[in-house]
Each structure stands twice: as C-alpha cells, then as structure tokens.
C-alpha cells in the first residue's frame, strides 16, 4: 500500500514544483512574494513577540517620535504604542480582505457559472441584476451597504466583498459561455450526467485557474477598499486596531507629528504592493499562454552570450554567411538547442532554399540573421552571422536596426499576424518607408502606391485605405512584400509565404517574387515545406534536421540524386502529380527533442542506413564536391570521380 502510494504523493508535488518555479520566473512576483511572507510572519508571530498592550493608553507620552524608548515605531494620539497596533491591525486588515476575497470570488463565480452554463432567461436575468450592481460606483455603493447595516468591521466586509461580486460574475460567465457548447461538455450530455454533476466535474475545473488568478489580482484591493471604509470610520471602531482605522486617526496631526498617519499608510502600501505583484506571478504561472515562453518583455535584438571566439571569415564573403551559428531557447532548467551550428551562404542576386520538417530550426535561423529570436528565452551561444563580410553578432544595436527592413527584409508566412491591425495598409507601409529614409510623406505615399502597382495589386488607390482584414490572404501577402521591398534590400528573408496560400495564388507570389528578383537583383533566403516551390524557384537547397544543415547543393542535383538518407526519405512523402498508385511512405518515428538530442547522427534512430558509428561522435557537413556539402556517414548515392572534381 506504501509503495502504491510513494507515485502518487511525488506526482502530486510535481505540479506544485512546477508552479513554483514558473512563479519566481516573474522577479517582482518573487520579491513581492518575499515582502508578504515576512509580513505575514511577523502577524503570526504576534501573540509570541514581546509586543505592548495595543490598547492601553498613556497620554502623557502621545506623539512619542520613533526609536522613542520603549517605543520603537512612536506613538499615537492616545500615547498607544504604534508597533503594537500596526502588527494587530495588518492581521485584521489581512484577514479582512482575504475574506471578502473568498466571498465574492464564491458568490460571483457561482453565478458566472450559472448564467453562463444554462444561457437564455437564466442568463439574462442574473446578468441584468449583475449589471444593475455595476450601475453604481463601487465605492458609493459599499458606502451604501455600510449605512444601512450600520458601522462595523463585519459590515465593511460584507460591503466589500458585495461590491466585487459584479467583477467576478462577469468574469467567469464570459469563460463559462466559450465552455458550454465544447465537445466535452456535449459527451457528458450524452453519457447521461446531470447538470450540476457536468458543472462540477467539467465546468468547475477549467475555469479554476481563472478564479484564482482573478482572486490573487484582487485581494489586494479590497484590502485597500477596507481600509478606505475604516478610514471614514465606517469599519472597524474604536479602540480596536486596523490600518485604516489608524490612518484616519492620525491624519488630524498630519503636520504636526506624520508618523502617526505614515507609518500604517507604508503598511498599506507594502502589503496592497505586494499582493497586487504576486497576483501578476500566479497568473502568469497558471497562464497556459504564459508558461512556454518568457513572462518578461523580449529585448529589442537577441541576446548574444558567444562562447569562444567567433569562425575566421570566410576567403570569399557572400552576401551573406552563417558560420556554425547556434541559437538556444532556455526556459528554466531546460536549454533547446534550435540550432546547433548552422552554416550556409547566400550569393547576391541568388535564391537558397531552406526546407525540413517543422521544429527542424528553419524560422529560428531565419530570425537569429537580424537578432529577432525573442530573448528571453532566445540567446545566441556562438557563430558568426555576417553581412558583406561584416560580424553583425558583435555590431551595435543601431547598425542592426538601420540593416532591418532596409537592407535586409523579411517576408513572414502570416500577414495577418504581422500587419497592424488599427492602422490602414498604406499608412504601414509609409511609416516603413520614413523609418530608414528622410522623405515628405507626399513622397514615401506615391512611393507606396507604386510598390502596391508593382506587386499586383488591383485598384491599388483605393487599398491603400484598407485595413488588414478587409484584404485577402493573397493580397495581404502582396501588401507584405511591398513593404519587404519598400527600401530596394540587398536581401529578402521569405519565411513560408505561401504556405496557407492557394495553388493560384501562390502561383502568382512565385512569379511575382520571380520578377522582382530578376528586376532588381535581390538575394532571396526561402524558406519552405514545398519541394515543387523549391524546385521551380530556388538556385540551392539547404536541407535542415534537427537544427542542423544534413545537405546542401545545386536544387537539381539535390532533386535528383539526393544524398543523404532524410532528404531522400522527405521527397519521397511528395506526392506527384500522374504518378498513379505509387505508395507515400511516411518517415517513421519522431524529430528527436532538441533539449535531448542524441549522439552522433540526429537521424540515426529513424534511418534505415544507420550503424552504430553514426551513433559517436560529431558528423560533420563535409564537401563532397565542388558545390554539394553532406553530414551523413553512408549516403545514399555514392558519387562518382567526375562529380567530385
């Protein structure tokens, strides 16, 4: 029975281990937890700390100063010993608001859930009483509650937790109502489970996480709340200690002797401080959004933390080159190594192709080129990104800013996401234009309007005025690689541009990208699933696997003959057009996990050819001819004398 239950307790403290190590991610969040952990101490610790009476007075000795002897924090109007009455007064000023926390976020969810769950009349009625609370100001309303059921500490509770009750209700329907109708809910309908049995076993459990982090955003106002009533005298009375009640009374000496009023008022602040920084910790630790990534804002380039010194450059520079460039992600304890020494280049007025499976490190090179991998958790731990010879690792921020959009410039797969929503299509595109160079906007507008003409936009006037979502997915795309070209960069970066695009239009951004880089010799970096994209538009390919280049060479040779076993293995899931029955044969297993990956040869474990020398050591990407480099110990096709000279 032991033994059975030794799993049971580890698993259970694993999610709270998780929790908190998310939780001191968010450093304010942990020194906020920090501050209300001592103060909480010191209120337990009340009755074994050597304390004066809070309430015996001793007017001959009022407004003692602090340090004063025997008086460490001064005293009062009343000569009651400040110390005393703080340390009582945060308990019940605490415990006054977790209270009134617990009330409201009970009654309010309860009703959120309620309304949300059943809808229709139900609904509509809860939530126009809901509302009819929230018609009045929060304040005047609890000073409301407090009149008709009299001053008192009991009464300001209930007032406050009444006033907030509105908050949650609206809250939790909102999350409820996205519930209802999911597919969970609908097969416990069908297994027969009665209401209150899918609300509590279903319902209740998804939207726990809002009710808590809803609770901890809020406890520290209503503190403040309670504090405010007791300032007015509406809470607790005299002689019984509490931070407002002591606040009030000390501001009619608030010239004369401030600390009387000072001291409990930096409590309130602390704790309400505090409370409200350890809010944003727990959210964002139970924020499923906010778990994977970093819970601070990314830096404006990619943290640089180079180990070693950076690769010698290269005889002949390309317009661009990647030399055994690595880029992490490290979330914690974990370090994913997305790219694990990359090196390719790019020719001016050239197209290279990039093509894997996804999770394969693609995007992340494309990002790490102009510092745009989001750090945290993104860093860069070595290599070299040079542009015409130039280390833009080791360059200022100011020279990276001034290259992005304007020499070099990205085209992403999602325009939708990337497009400024609240602004007009032309306006973006002016302010990209503005950003670099120094023109009237008379200028950089009639600039837009021809880069819209250029990219084949009809009615291209009239679009400018447009916002995003008024534009097709095509057509977003067309507004995406205008602004690429508004400057005439040296380099485009096309992240999968048309991936979610029809065979139509995506025939039409090939030929259209096919034009401008005929036209104006741009050097376009293409990053890709589609073999028939890369085969009909780029000069190489660079095959990518578990963040590093297993293959790279002229697009036909590589079409062709390809070398390596996954390159063969990933056209062969292509499927072709007349090819009549011919089976898709599915590579088995899984990309390896880049936090673990294994020796030797990433591929190793899914590969037919593998030996166990594939399985020691580092395999290196070795030229194998005089334009075709392989990172594989037993290709596929064994090239002859007159290919490698």
């Not at 939530?127 to 000073?143: E, H, Q, S, T």
């Not at 993104?378 to 542009?387: D, K, L, N, P, S």
């Not at 990337?418 to 906007?441: M, Y």
């Not at 259209?512 to 970096?525: K, P, Q, S, T």
Request: proline share 7%.
């Amino acid at each position: 029975m032991s033994a059975a239950a030794a799993p049971s307790s580890a698993g259970s403290r694993g999610p709270v281990g998780a929790f908190l190590r998310l939780f001191a991610r968010n450093r304010l969040a942990a020194f906020g937890g920090i501050v209300l952990g001592l103060v909480l101490l010191l209120v337990l610790l009340a009755p074994v700390l050597p304390l004066a009476d809070p309430y015996a007075q001793d007017k001959p000795n009022k407004f003692l100063l602090p340090f004063s002897a025997g008086h460490l924090l001064g005293t009062d109007h009343l000569g009651r010993d400040i110390l005393s009455r703080l340390v009582w007064g945060t308990q019940t000023s605490l415990a006054v608001g977790v209270a009134a926390a617990l009330i409201s976020a009970t009654i309010g969810s309860a009703i959120g859930i309620v309304a949300g769950f059943y809808g229709g009349r139900t609904d509509n009625l809860m939530m126009r009483a809901i509302d009819m609370l929230m018609a009045f100001p929060y304040i005047l309303l609890a000073l409301a509650i407090v009149a008709a059921l009299g001053p008192g500490l009991v009464n300001a509770l209930i007032a406050v937790a009444v006033v907030n009750i509105p908050f949650f209700a609206r809250n939790i329907r909102g999350v409820t109502v996205g519930l209802a109708h999911r597919e969970f809910v609908d097969a416990a309908r069908l297994a027969g489970q009665s209401n209150l049995r899918i609300i509590l076993t279903e319902i209740l459990p998804n939207v726990l996480p809002v009710i808590v982090i809803a609770m901890s955003t809020t406890i520290g106002w209503m503190i403040l709340e309670t504090a405010g009533l007791s300032f007015l005298g509406l809470g607790a009375q005299p002689p019984a200690p509490d931070l407002g009640g002591m606040l009030g009374q000390g501001r009619n000496a608030l010239i004369t002797d401030p600390h009387a009023a000072a001291i409990p008022g930096l409590m309130i602040f602390i704790i309400v401080m505090s409370v409200n920084l350890i809010g944003d910790g727990v959210r964002d630790a139970l924020d499923p959004r906010l778990r994977a990534g970093a819970l601070m804002r990314p830096m404006a380039r990619t943290q640089i933390d180079r180990r070693g010194e950076a690769p010698p450059a290269p005889a002949e520079p390309a317009l661009l080159d990647l030399q055994e460039l690595r880029t992490e992600f490290r979330l914690g304890a974990r370090v994913l190594k997305a790219l694990s020494g990359v090196t390719l280049s790019v020719k001016p007025g050239e197209c290279l192709g990039i093509v894997g499976e996804s999770g394969s490190g693609k995007s992340v090179a494309a990002l790490s080129v102009m510092g745009l991998v989001a750090s945290p958790p993104g860093v860069i731990t070595g290599g070299a990104v040079r542009y015409e010879g130039e280390d833009l690792l080791g360059a200022p921020y100011e020279r990276l800013r001034g290259l992005r959009g304007n020499r070099v410039a990205y085209i992403f797969q999602d325009p939708l996401a990337t497009l400024h929503p609240l602004h007009r299509v032309g306006d973006q595109i002016v302010e990209a234009i503005r950003v670099h160079r120094r023109v009237p906007e008379a200028e950089a507008r009639a600039r837009a309007l021809e880069l819209l003409r250029a990219v084949r936009i009809p009615n291209a006037e009239r679009r400018m005025g447009d916002y995003p979502h008024q534009l097709s997915g095509g057509m977003r795309q067309r507004v995406g690689i205008a602004m690429a070209l508004v400057n005439d960069p040296d380099l485009i970066i096309a992240d999968e541009p048309t991936t979610a695009l029809d065979v139509t239009v995506q025939a039409q951004i090939l030929a259209l990208l096919a034009d401008l880089r005929r036209e104006r010799g741009v050097a376009i970096l293409f990053i890709t699933h589609d073999f028939g994209v890369v085969g009909q538009f780029c000069d190489r390919i660079a095959v990518m696997y578990a963040g590093r280049i297993v293959e790279e060479g002229p697009t036909a040779e590589v079409l062709g003959a390809p070398a390596h076993p996954y390159t063969r293995r990933l056209i062969a899931c292509v499927p072709e057009l007349g090819a009549g029955r011919r089976e898709l044969a599915a590579i088995p297993g899984l990309p390896p996990a880049v936090d673990d990956l294994p020796d030797g040869c990433a591929f190793a474990p899914r590969c037919a050819r593998a030996t166990p020398e594939c399985r020691r050591g580092e395999i290196a990407l070795a030229p194998v001819t005089a334009t075709r480099r392989l990172r594989c110990l037993h290709p596929e096709v064994e090239l002859t004398r007159e290919e490698q000279r």
